[in-house]
């Protein structure tokens, strides 16, 4: 079994920055690609960034300039630095992740999400 879970959310004026955390745990032999989308109320969940295990990244147009993904293989982290942060970043963010967990076995993964709100 394989558990996502987010940290770093929180409050943060327009213009601040915050970086969220993604640890892997469980049955994780490695990180094949990850992900981050986020879900503002009423909206539905939207892609923010992508990373492959050979550092391949994707950015929505929204954030690009702005946010940074990044993976840790050896630790099982994945971050998201965001700078410059504006109130329509506001949301849950959630990590997601396709993660092998065995010899031929590939199977992808849900965080819980962390809510993180930009306002002054």
């Known amino acids: 079994q394989v558990q996502l879970v987010e940290s770093g959310g929180g409050l943060v004026q327009p213009g601040g920055s915050l970086r969220l955390s993604c640890a892997a745990s469980g049955s994780v032999v490695s990180i094949v690609t990850a992900d981050w989308y986020r879900q503002a109320p009423g909206n539905q969940r939207e892609f923010v960034a992508s990373?492959?295990?050979?550092?391949?990244?994707k950015y929505a147009d929204s954030v690009k300039g702005r946010f940074t993904i990044s993976l840790d293989n050896a630790k099982k982290m994945v971050y998201l630095q965001m700078n410059t942060l504006k109130p329509e970043d506001t949301a849950v963010y959630y990590c997601?992740?396709?993660?092998?967990?065995?010899?031929?076995?590939?199977?992808?993964?849900w965080g819980q999400g962390t809510q993180v709100t930009v306002s002054s």
């Open positions: 997601h992740a396709g993660i092998t967990t065995g010899p031929i076995a590939y199977d992808d993964f």
């Open positions: 990373i492959t295990d050979v550092g391949k990244t």
